[in-house]
């Protein structure tokens, strides 16, 4: 299994930032990629971003418009996710993910979850 802990989540006024980072543990070798997701209450998860473990390649959702960076500290199993000029509708529960290898899509089929970390985003 992959372990995932998430940090990092807070409260922030607009315009402000935060870095979320996800620490892996466990069978990591089994993890290609790793994801961001969010789930704002009463709504559906959606994906964030995501970046490759070997080739550092990003993906992220079309509304980060240059607002959100992926990154990852290899020696250290972490992935982090820098969140700047933040808004109110960035508010919800911000979750990492593992992807093993060999998947195409890059938005799907992950298979170990963290257990969250709260952004709420003041007006």
Same mark, same amino acid.
């Given at each position: 299994?992959?372990?995932?802990?998430?940090?990092?989540?807070?409260?922030?006024? @607009?315009g402000g930032s935060l870095?979320?980072s996800c620490a892996a543990?466990?069978?990591?070798?089994?993890? *290609?990629?790793?994801? %961001?997701?969010?789930?704002?209450?009463?709504?559906?998860?959606?994906?964030?971003?995501?970046?490759? %473990?070997?080739?550092?390649?990003? *993906? *992220?959702? /079309?509304?980060? $418009?240059?607002?959100?960076?992926?990154?990852?500290? /290899?020696?250290?199993?972490t992935v982090y996710l820098?969140?700047?000029?933040? $808004?109110?509708?960035?508010? @919800?529960?911000?979750?990492?993910?593992?992807?093993?290898?060999?998947? $195409?899509?890059?938005?799907?089929?992950? /298979?170990? %979850?963290?257990?969250?970390?709260?952004?709420?985003?003041?007006?």
């Amino acid at each position: 299994q992959v372990q995932l802990v998430e940090s990092g989540g807070g409260l922030v006024q @607009a315009g402000g930032s935060l870095r979320l980072s996800c620490a892996a543990s466990g069978r990591t070798f089994s993890s *290609y990629a790793m994801g %961001w997701f969010r789930q704002a209450p009463g709504k559906e998860r959606e994906f964030v971003a995501a970046i490759t %473990w070997r080739g550092g390649s990003t *993906y *992220y959702a /079309n509304f980060v $418009k240059g607002r959100f960076t992926i990154s990852t500290e /290899n020696a250290k199993n972490t992935v982090y996710l820098q969140m700047n000029s933040l $808004k109110p509708e960035d508010t @919800a529960v911000y979750y990492c993910a593992s992807q093993p290898a060999g998947l $195409k899509i890059i938005t799907g089929g992950y /298979n170990y %979850w963290g257990q969250g970390t709260q952004v709420t985003v003041s007006s």
